[in-house]
């Protein structure tokens, strides 16, 4: 069949884990490939809603193994905590339905107390961290100090490793940050060998699993956590996560060359969110962001903290579009601009006496000049549309609007939390995704 990349080209929070839950109904695999339990995927099916944070949406289709590959960060109390979530609800999860890469690095206490000291120090300044020791973990990574989910199995490696990197945390915390954790490495190891046996049905040696899927013509789903303008390298630096969030990392994660991808679709809300500090140009302050995220129920799965909330921005998705080598896009959460007189659609910047279609490296995005596109809303309830032509004739012309500026094509849009309110109408995503049966 087909192997996918759903990649969300904003800063988040786009309905990526609605889009894959309703897009994998035929797929066989569901990989998550980067991030942690700060990314929060929630998915709506019959009126029950799910809010998953490690775990893909595809555990929710019984007909699909879900991996997470080497570049996801795990912490193992909260996988296992989310397991046990999962299966109260009647989904049993079984080591042939989840499967998790050796080379995982492992989110551990001393993380998460060294992401709570530096955010506290930064106060006015603070990024934005969920504080859930991801940074620290990816940075334990990059310097070759972590420990992996392999490192479990070697009890004379795993003491070492822990005594040393509890040494370390405690010395950076007391002396660089001006602050103390109380965490006994003897009781971390106990934890972590209890925590080991847990795992050990779970480990999946995950690219020959997914070699071999692709040699059998399966349908591959790969599910992105944040959003391109988060990447660490490529999005809105400082203000980014810890990871590579664009669609080239899937393959990095994985082990598979990028010959194997098939194809890549980008998730956009209709308009634009954003969590924590940093740029957003289209931020909307008055009524109107009120109204978006009361409307829309914008506040975070995983810390229910309010998001920002603003017009779509064409500048920004453009560079996104490139970055992915993106195919097509996902319009989600369309019905909840509806209601409002006037809608705005950012088509270009002015900055420095220029006009910018989209950002250069050297931009400062708290400094542009915003060119807006004005449009008439609509009032009529959009949440049973089935296709693009069931819209009000205004709802149709934004999106033609947008996909016209964007240069991209629309391949569907949604308009409402449940899986059948996700209407695809590109025959070709149709068909790479396995929905023509």
């Known amino acids: 069949m087909s192997v996918g990349v759903i990649v969300g080209i904003q800063w988040g929070d786009e309905g990526k884990g609605k889009v894959v839950d309703y897009l994998t109904q035929n797929a066989q695999y569901v990989v998550r490939f980067q991030g942690g339990n700060n990314a929060g995927h929630t998915v709506v099916v019959d009126g029950k809603k799910f809010a998953l944070r490690l775990i893909p949406s595809g555990i929710l289709r019984e007909n699909v193994c879900c991996l997470l590959a080497s570049s996801v960060v795990v912490n193992p109390w909260a996988f296992l905590s989310e397991i046990a979530d999962i299966e109260k609800t009647g989904i049993e999860i079984k080591p042939n339905r989840l499967k998790l890469a050796p080379e995982v690095q492992l989110i551990l206490p001393y993380h998460q107390a060294i992401d709570e000291a530096r955010e506290n120090q930064r106060g006015a300044k603070k990024i934005g961290t969920t504080r859930k020791g ?13 420990i992996r989910v392999c490192d479990l199995f070697d009890q004379a490696k795993l003491r070492a490793l822990v005594e040393r990197n509890i040494k370390h945390a405690k010395e950076y915390c007391s002396k660089v940050l001006e602050t103390n954790f109380d965490i006994n490495a003897q009781e971390q190891i106990e934890q972590l ?4 046996q847990k795992l050990r049905p779970f480990v999946c040696d995950v690219s020959r ?3 071999a899927a692709i040699a059998a013509k399966k349908t591959i789903v790969f599910e992105g956590a944040q959003g391109t303008l988060l990447d660490v390298a490529h999005g809105t630096y400082p203000f980014v996560t810890s990871s590579h969030t664009i669609a080239p ?10 010959k194997s991808i098939d194809y890549v679709l980008g998730i956009s809300k209709a308009y634009c969110t954003r969590v924590g500090g940093g740029p957003f140009p289209t931020e909307e302050m008055g009524k109107t962001g009120d109204q978006i995220r009361t409307t829309g129920n914008e506040f975070g799965t995983v810390t229910g903290r309010p998001r920002r909330c603003g017009w779509i921005d064409l500048p920004l ?16 959460k369309l019905d909840v601009l509806t ?32 060119v807006y596109e004005e449009f008439l809303g609509w009032k009529e309830d959009i949440s049973k549309a089935t296709s693009l032509f069931d819209l009000p004739v205004n709802a149709q012309t934004y999106l033609q609007k947008i996909e016209q500026y964007m240069g ?11 899986r059948s309110q996700t209407i695809v109408y590109s025959n070709h995503v149709r068909e790479i995704f396995g929905l023509t049966k």
Not at 193 to 196: N, R, S, T, V
């Open 209 to 211: 699993e997914l070699t």
């Open 134 to 146: 991801i940074g620290p973990a990816y940075e334990d990574s990059v310097g070759r100090h972590g």
């Open 193 to 196: 060998l209890q925590i080991a």
């Open 339 to 370: 209601g409002i007189d006037i809608l705005k659609v950012a088509t270009h910047y002015e900055y420095q006496g220029r006009t910018m279609v989209e950002p250069d490296w050297d931009t400062d995005l708290e400094k542009v000049q915003v």
């Open 249 to 258: 990392e899937a393959c990095v994660s994985a082990g598979i060359g990028t």
């Open 317 to 332: 998705l453009r560079r996104a579009i490139r970055l992915n080598g993106v195919d097509s896009i996902l319009l989600t």
């Open 408 to 418: 991209c094509s629309l391949s569907g849009f949604s308009i409402g939390p449940e």
